[in-house]
């Protein structure tokens, strides 16, 4: 019996098509099948706001850019909600500038790590880490503090917000157990729902993804919380059934719930590195759970495999990461995997794939009729926000 056969009868099969729709499928068929191989493999690297610009966008139209770390408007860590509005326009902006008419410009995915709410804006609400949230035991509480996040990163623009952190710590010995919500799989369970419908409105309803909410990623797949003797970036060695039972559960809840992204993790598992686990991520999590949005690398993530680089891993694409998170070194990691999937070691098909889910998630959020950030209702220009517009901040 298969791994994915073993897991499917541990965890049970999971419904598909949470995130299908069939008007969203006809739209996306359709512009895929005009889109160039350069323009669908720009749409699988995304790049950090540190190393690229908007002039550099309008030539390479990446599928994403992130505002990870410390990168800021200008370099400046203590940057306006304005100036981080200002920001996001001028990258979509930058995006949908095409003189070409065979289809529809393709909107950039504006990132950022609204963890603990959107912490990096100046003014904006601050809540505790995981770790303290999950001592609350109010899945409710949860669900509310998702609204808000999503409130206040809709307000500077920004469409997608790397949260939550679904690890179940097994060890105080690791260094990111704050980033958790709880030792017990069935509090992660259910606060991975509760966020999920927080950040990005309950699926199958009017408010799913809204110009209220934003896009959410359950992360880091799969057992980051579970490395031997804590140590981050290591190796789990978790029997199947406590993988499914005590790592997996969360996960599970998040694609019911209709996460639209989740995030491979930079450990491994019984010596496999996620980010290179087609076992895991295309066979199982993809396959037998049903999970139709797309799967985003970690930063830099594609160097943790054996025989790769952070400019050179089609492994990792071929194993069934989406979108590439490759922050400083985007250019050469897109002439690499161009040249990769002109040649056939990424195949048509797993590149299609790929392509397919990120303009799905992309239709889904409404990315193509939404007005640029700053002529959106929602933004700072409009309407006064928590993060505290008015006068001078």
């Not at 359950?218 to 199947?240: I, P, V, Y």
Request: hydrophobic residues 40%.
């Amino acid at each position: 019996m298969s791994l994915p056969e073993r897991l499917i009868r541990i965890s049970g099969r999971q419904p598909r098509g949470v995130l299908i729709r069939p008007d969203v499928e006809r739209f996306v068929d359709e512009l895929l099948a005009k889109l160039t191989i350069e323009e669908k493999v720009r749409q699988l690297i995304q790049a950090d706001i540190n190393w690229i610009t908007p002039d550099d966008l309008v030539t390479y139209k990446l599928g994403s850019v992130q505002a990870g770390g410390n990168s800021a408007p200008g370099n400046d860590v203590r940057a306006t909600p304005q100036a981080w509005l200002e920001t996001t326009e001028a990258f979509y902006q930058a995006s949908m500038r095409t003189g070409d008419q065979r289809h529809p410009p393709i909107p950039i995915l504006f990132a950022i790590d609204a963890v603990h709410g959107h912490a990096r804006i100046r003014g904006a609400t601050i809540f505790p880490h995981n770790i303290g949230l999950g001592a609350a035991h109010d899945a409710a509480l949860i669900r509310r503090i998702g609204e808000a996040t999503a409130e206040e990163v809709v307000t500077t623009g920004i469409d997608w917000s790397f949260a939550p952190t679904l690890a179940v710590a097994r060890d105080v010995r690791w260094g990111r157990t704050y980033e958790s919500y709880s030792e017990e799989p069935g509090l992660v369970r259910d606060y991975a729902a509760a966020m999920i419908d927080g950040l990005q409105g309950r699926v199958g309803t009017s408010e799913f993804l809204d110009s209220q909410h934003t896009i959410a990623t359950a992360k880091h797949f799969l057992g980051d919380g579970g490395t031997l003797d804590g140590r981050d970036q290591g190796d789990n060695l978790a029997s199947e059934q406590d993988l499914v039972r005590v790592h997996g559960t969360g996960y599970v809840a998040a694609i019911k719930a209709g996460a639209a992204t989740i995030m491979a993790s930079y450990n491994g598992w019984h010596g496999v590195k996620m980010h290179g686990n087609h076992s895991l991520l295309t066979d199982v999590l993809k396959g037998r759970l049903g999970f139709d949005g797309f799967i985003v690398g970690d930063w830099n993530g594609q160097e943790e495999i054996a025989g790769c680089t952070k400019f050179n891993c089609p492994g990792v694409i071929v194993a069934g990461i989406d979108m590439v998170m490759g922050p400083d070194g985007w250019k050469e990691l897109y002439r690499n995997t161009l040249a990769q999937a002109r040649s056939g070691v990424i195949p048509a098909d797993r590149l299609n794939d790929a392509v397919r889910r990120i303009l799905r998630v992309k239709a889904l959020a409404n990315l193509f009729n939404r007005p640029s950030p700053i002529g959106r209702p929602d933004s700072g220009r409009q309407r006064a926000s928590r993060c505290q517009w008015s006068r001078g901040n």
